[in-house]
């Protein structure tokens, strides 16, 4: 599978923006997907999973409340809504996907996991 992530931008603090990551192929409900995002400096880290059905989710603490991730199957695509956004939310983020019926938490979570990378979208959120 291919992912084009898309959305990204420059956005004032308290601000929102939605990602979009659309995937090529037809099995795209038989895979859950993630979103990931790395820093200037930092390390990449979990953001937001989604399972194959979308009937798990789960959030990186830092995002919890303020970030939803969702999934159209019939359109191949994956999004992250983020809401109040803060300084700290600036990062690359990219997409992953992982062909599984699986849904526990540390399997979502974990980059390692996940299969197919798209080649992310730089949100800036500036103070």
């Known amino acids: 599978v291919q992912l084009q992530a898309s959305g990204g931008g420059l956005v004032q603090a308290g601000g929102s923006l939605r990602l979009s990551c659309a995937a090529s192929g037809r099995t795209f409900s038989t895979y859950a997907m993630g979103w990931f995002r790395q820093a200037p400096g930092k390390e990449r880290e979990f953001v937001a999973a989604?399972?194959?059905?979308?009937?798990?989710?789960y959030y990186a603490d830092s995002v919890k409340g303020r970030f939803t991730i969702s999934r159209d199957n019939a359109g191949n695509t994956v999004y992250l809504q983020m809401n109040f956004l803060k300084p700290e939310d600036t990062a690359v983020y990219s997409c992953a996907a992982d062909q599984t019926y699986y849904t526990g938490r540390h399997y979502l979570t974990t980059a390692k996991r996940y299969d197919y990378w798209g080649q992310g979208t730089l949100v800036t959120v500036s103070s």
């Open positions: 989604i399972s194959y059905s979308g009937g798990s989710t």
